[in-house]
């Protein structure tokens, strides 16, 4: 029987990964304040007089900027406060949605940039969703014994937070999930479709403890499986709460 091993969110796209024990998830949304923010550099095409969803290149990510994959996240709902840790930057609390906190915020995480990369200009939000890779409002979704069969092939371990992943499920057989897609999955009292695998970049090559690239997760999928897939995305269809070890199956 599957159960919830591991519960994550991001609440700034690609700037840091929070564990939590539990959710409460809604129709047609993402986990709450996953994705919530999202950075912007100087070639987007963000309009922030016209917010919505825009593809994850109009931002500051992994993929381009390794450096930012060594960054952990603690947000306070009710504070509005997000605290960003780095192992070499320290720590910053500040108010992504107060504008007189972006310059502090900016130049704390200017040194995981490199000069000649696009930069950071401003933490930005669409109303309504969050910043998902998805064009629809996403919950990703891993299964631990696929990650565990990756490692043996590997031969190496190799940290889970690399993936990104919302939720995570115990108890499965490996690969499992990716015979989902077009179905729907309940996971404690959330029910989830199960819409396309997660393709992987190479924001998966930077470690997430240090921020450096130090293996090839797309390549090496492709030669393990003969695909660069890793998890499934699932668009919530019934909403409620998901608590680590609750049970999951397909219906």
Known sequence: MATVANLWRHPIKSHGREALDSITLSAGQTIPWDRHWAVTHATTKFDPAAPEWVSSRNFMIATLTPGLAGLWAQFDAQTGMLTLRHTDLGRLSFAPDDPADTPRFLAWIAPLCPPDRPQPTAIVRAPGRGMT?????????????????????????????????????????????????????????????????????????????????????????????????????????????VRLGDMAKVI
């Open 133 to 241: 890779d998805t064009p629809f409002p996403s919950v990703s979704i891993m299964n631990t014994a696929s990650h565990r069969d990756f490692e043996a092939r590997a031969g190496a371990s190799v940290d889970i937070e690399r993936w990104r992943g919302n939720i995570w499920l115990d108890g499965l057989d490996p690969w499992v999930e990716r015979d989902w897609i077009g179905q729907n999955v309940q996971i404690g009292g959330a029910i989830l479709a199960v819409r396309e695998p997660v393709k992987r970049c190479a924001h998966t090559a930077a470690n997430p403890h240090t921020g450096q690239r130090d293996m090839d997760p797309p390549t090496m999928l492709r030669q393990f499986y003969g695909h660069g897939d890793f998890g499934v995305y699932g668009e919530v269809v019934q909403g409620g709460a």
